[in-house]
């Protein structure tokens, strides 16, 4: 997500002309694209018709966004207690931010993102 890369295609996300990054979110109301934050890489413009097509969730709830830029904000991580066996977490899918000053043992599964200036985006099917 760092590298503004697509997640279909592997190639860039970022639109050379404007220099925004195409991302293809789900609209759902209990998502946090309101905030403007993601676990969902960028998806490149060409590569979001296809996605949407090839994902029955997505042929509902698409929402095709631009974005300025995208900073790390935090992970969704597993949570394991100190000095105990690290086998069961004590908490799953805890959302850690990056700026959190206590450290917790913690094993990340997915990179969240903060998008910054995002408009709404029109893609030709």
């Not at 097509?53 to 830029?69: E, F, Q």
């Not at 790390?72 to 394991?80: H, Q, S, T, W």
Request: aromatic letters at 4%; proline letters at 8%.
């Amino acid at each position: 997500m760092t590298k503004r890369l697509c997640q279909v295609c592997a190639r860039s996300a970022v639109d050379p002309e404007t220099g925004r990054i195409s991302w293809l979110l789900s609209s759902e109301e209990d998502d946090h694209t309101r905030d403007g934050f993601t676990n969902a890489p960028p998806t490149c413009k060409a590569c979001i018709p296809e996605a949407i097509t090839y994902c029955p969730h997505l042929r509902r709830n698409a929402l095709v966004v631009t974005a300025g830029d995208c900073i790390p904000y935090g992970v969704r991580a597993d949570l394991f207690l100190p000095l105990l066996p690290t086998m069961v977490p004590y908490e799953r899918n805890a959302i850690i931010l990056l700026s959190d000053a206590d450290r917790e043992l913690a094993l990340a599964r997915e990179l969240l993102v903060r998008l910054k200036d995002v408009r709404p985006a029109r893609i030709k099917r």
